[in-house]
């Protein structure tokens, strides 16, 4: 049996309650769960493929993987070949298991850095081998490495790598015989800084050998209940993966890889959604800093980071009395552990509703 670390969010559980016997209900920024509607261009491109008695493509169809590229090329400038798009089954199911289709093993370390979404680690386990989290590949030494996260901008903290970081990263990796595994699921969220994919020639010197790019669309099109997702990057690799998928039966449903190609092809409702956010953060974050908390890197992203000095569990009651629910620090490492990680997806009411309590 594989030893796997408590699932976090249990522990919140009596917090939540008492925010939830707040007279004017529960504001919940604990988890960046879309609350905004789905695109109508999605939804009836999903109705649309609705007929779909017969098994999807494992590798996703043309028109997706045609789609995933274009988007990567015209919003990033990140140039792929269709063939080495994969679309995968949410983008935690592939954090969680890349390490296990990858042949990692037993005495092998998975490294992520040292405040990170908790999955990197559990992956790691999953596949039997050692979790190292860490902000420097130098303290690695001679230990065998076949993974190493990047994740930018980050969950928790909303902080961007900057592209000589990532390249670094590269190097580094490339020097040592390592993948980069690049989480990427918040990159069209930039507000302070703008965010680059690990597979941008500024990074990668055009060469996207040894490197694997994750997306999402739960964040961009509020489509977290369709687990719509992909990863590209290193086509070797990415055909690797794709073998291991199809014997183990990990397949998208036709109708979400047509819904996906659908909002990928389209920036308009991403740009009306990125507004949204902006609006919410913009007077949530004042809201904070006027209460006395600090808000550090958050400079993209759906997150703030924020810590008044006192242990991140007791900022957590403290909000809870004010029927506002957030993620303790310590959730994402031990360096968390006088922060709080503060979601802007709920919905406009609910903000206004944290800033009029804060005041």
Same mark, same amino acid.
């Given at each position: *049996?594989?030893?796997l670390?408590d699932?976090?969010?249990? %522990?919140?559980?009596?917090?939540?309650e008492?925010?939830?016997?707040? +007279?004017?209900?529960?504001?919940?920024l604990? /988890?960046?769960?879309p609350?905004d509607?789905v695109? @109508?261009?999605?939804?009836?491109?999903?109705?649309?493929?609705?007929?779909?008695?017969g098994?999807?493509?494992?590798? =996703?169809?043309?028109e997706?993987r045609?789609?995933?590229?274009?988007w990567?090329? %015209?919003r990033?400038?990140?140039? /792929?070949d269709?063939?080495?798009?994969?679309?995968?089954?949410?983008?935690?199911?592939?954090?969680?298991?890349?390490?296990?289709l990858?042949?990692?093993?037993?005495?092998? %370390?998975?490294?992520?850095?040292e405040l990170?979404?908790?999955?990197?680690d559990?992956?790691a386990r999953?596949?039997?081998?050692e979790p190292?989290a860490?902000?420097? #590949?130098?303290?690695l030494?001679?230990e065998?490495?076949?993974l190493?996260w990047?994740?930018?901008p980050?969950? +928790?903290?909303?902080r961007v790598l900057p592209a =000589?970081? #990532?390249?670094?990263?590269?190097?580094?990796?490339?020097?040592? =015989?390592?993948i980069?595994?690049?989480?990427?699921c918040?990159?069209?969220?930039?507000?302070?800084?703008?965010?680059?994919s690990?597979l941008?020639?500024?990074?990668?010197g055009?060469?996207h050998?040894?490197?694997?790019?994750?997306h999402s669309l739960?964040k961009?099109?509020n489509?977290?209940?369709?687990?719509?997702?992909?990863?590209?990057? &290193?086509?070797?690799?990415?055909?690797r993966?794709?073998?291991?998928?199809?014997?183990?039966g990990?397949? *998208?449903p036709? +109708?979400? !890889?047509?819904?996906?190609?659908?909002?990928?092809q389209?920036?308009?409702?991403? @740009?009306?959604q990125?507004?949204?956010?902006?609006?919410?953060r913009?007077?949530?974050r004042p809201?904070?800093?006027?209460?006395?908390?600090?808000?550090e890197?958050?400079t993209a992203?759906?997150?703030?980071?924020?810590?008044?000095?006192?242990g991140?569990?007791?900022?957590? %009651?403290?909000?809870s009395?004010k029927?506002?629910l /957030?993620?303790?620090? &310590?959730?994402?490492?031990?360096?968390?552990? !006088?922060?709080?990680?503060?979601?802007?997806?709920?919905?406009?009411?609910?903000?206004?509703?944290? /800033?009029?309590?804060?005041?």
């Open positions: *049996m594989i030893a670390p699932f976090p969010w249990d %522990r919140l559980t009596p917090y939540k008492v925010a939830q016997a707040h +007279p004017d209900g529960i504001a919940d604990s /988890v960046g769960t609350v509607p695109p @109508e261009l999605v939804r009836q491109a999903l109705a649309d493929a609705s007929d779909s008695p098994y999807p493509l494992t590798h =996703g169809t043309p997706l045609a789609a995933a590229a274009g990567l090329a %015209r990033h400038g990140v140039h /792929v269709p063939a080495a798009v994969l679309p995968v089954i949410g983008t935690k199911e592939l954090v969680a298991w890349l390490p296990t990858l042949g990692v093993r037993g005495g092998d %370390r998975v490294v992520f850095p990170a979404y908790p999955t990197y559990v992956g999953l596949a039997g081998a190292y860490t902000d420097g #590949l130098v303290a030494g001679p065998r490495a076949p190493v990047v994740n930018s980050s969950n +928790p903290t909303g =000589g970081h #990532l390249a670094k990263v590269v190097d580094w990796a490339r020097e040592h =015989g390592s980069v595994a690049s989480d990427e918040y990159i069209g969220l930039g507000w302070e800084e703008q965010p680059v690990i941008h020639p500024d990074v990668c055009g060469s050998q040894g490197l694997l790019a994750v739960s961009r099109s489509l977290a209940g369709y687990r719509a997702g992909f990863v590209t990057g &290193d086509p070797e690799l990415v055909q993966l794709l073998e291991v998928r199809k014997h183990a990990m397949i *998208m036709g +109708p979400v !890889q047509a819904a996906m190609a659908a909002a990928l389209d920036d308009a409702h991403a @740009e009306e990125r507004a949204r956010y902006a609006a919410r913009s007077v949530l809201a904070l800093e006027a209460a006395g908390w600090r808000i890197h958050s992203g759906l997150y703030l980071w924020a810590g008044d000095g006192s991140c569990w007791d900022q957590v %009651r403290r909000l009395e029927g506002i /957030v993620a303790p620090g &310590d959730f994402y490492g031990t360096a968390g552990k !006088q922060h709080i990680r503060i979601a802007i997806t709920a919905t406009d009411e609910r903000i206004n509703a944290v /800033v009029r309590r804060l005041q």
